[in-house]
């Protein structure tokens, strides 16, 4: 009976034992698992529009249903082959999802790109052919300023818009003055994946280059990581309709925005999506192609420039933000009388890690500083205010909200 007794101790005890090792070892697995997920690229793809909002009206279909089948094409592709990237859809089905909804879904995800497929469409009989993609700014040309607005036009379906969208009326032209008072800490970012898109709608889509542009538009201004808006071609026209709801024009489309997102994914990294910067190519979409002479920051400053450990201007000793503009960013210095600045001055730069960024002009009055950037758009599209105090840069909103008490 003792020897039994002792038998039956030591099964409970082995057990016991065995059944502690499995619990922990599965938390340990858990741990695991969970880290695995937060270590993956997220990516949230946007289907616009959807349900009681068609978004635009062609002569046989309708705006929603080619974003979804060119965003569910796209996402498929990642899913595919792409296993260390997760993958989040706004809608994979007919429904109406509100724009601020859309930019929850990324920011809740903690998403490392925003991707908003749309397709263009023009008023009665005007013929347009071709993709473009946007980035969040302020319109330059007013058929851009009529893209926002017939996107952003979705709220007004949307039960308590003015109130959710603090009286934004996506119909007035003043309404869109806020996005000249905003600054996209991403935009770099937003900037080089819009352009590869763009590459590979003109490579492997085969389509016209519509080009990169800025817009206010209200699912980007929300979203609280790099984000672009995809413009895949216009409703309105007949055989542009005909291609994005033919296969081969979904596989087309599809293909080329997954091209540019592995090429995009490649470049950045969870944890590195706010340090990490495009070469100047990426940064700058007319940039001319030349040799760079590698100098020493001494040499630099006998090019016209400042060493990197510049001393602070007047503005800057008086603790005043200074505002300038980025042209571009790359890992090797370049003269400051470099044709590739277009024969602006002053140029300097200041260096962030391996990146050298190159800025033109200085000024305290903001409102200068988005006329200069204005007044460098045509060559450097993705060119964007940057602010410096005491010498050091700054959050761009809180140098703005600084200059705007002053005023």
Known sequence: MKMEGNKTIKRIFTLTLTLITCLVWGEVAQAMTTQATNNKFTLVIDAGHGGRDPGAIGRFSREKSINLSVAKAFGKLVEQHCPDVKVIYTRKTDVFVPLGRRAEIANNAHADLFVSIHTNSLPGKAIGRGAETYTLGMARADENLEVAKRENSVILVEENYQQRYQGFDPKSSESYIIFELMQDQYMAQSVEFAQMVQKEFRTTGGRKDKGVHQAGFLVLRETGMPSVLIELGYISTHDEEAFLNSQNGIRKMSQSIY??????????????????????????????????TLLTAEKQAEEGGHPVSAPASDAQEEN????????????????????????????????????????????????????????????????????????QKMPLNEAISEFKKKQ
């Open 259 to 292: 091209n540019a997102f592995v090429n995009y994914k490649r470049q950045h990294t969870k944890g590195q999506r706010a340090e990490a910067q495009p070469d100047e190519t990426a940064a700058t979409e007319n940039a001319a192609e030349s040799d760079i």
């Open 320 to 391: 005043r933000p200074v505002f300038k503009v980025q042209l571009i960013a790359t890992t090797r210095q370049i003269p400051t009388g470099s044709t590739r600045f277009k024969g602006l001055s002053p140029i300097d730069f200041y260096k962030e890690g391996s990146y050298y960024k190159y800025t033109y002009g200085e000024t305290t009055d903001y409102r200068e500083a988005v006329r200069m950037r204005e007044r460098v758009r045509d060559d450097f599209e993705g060119a964007f205010i940057v602010a410096f105090k005491a010498g």
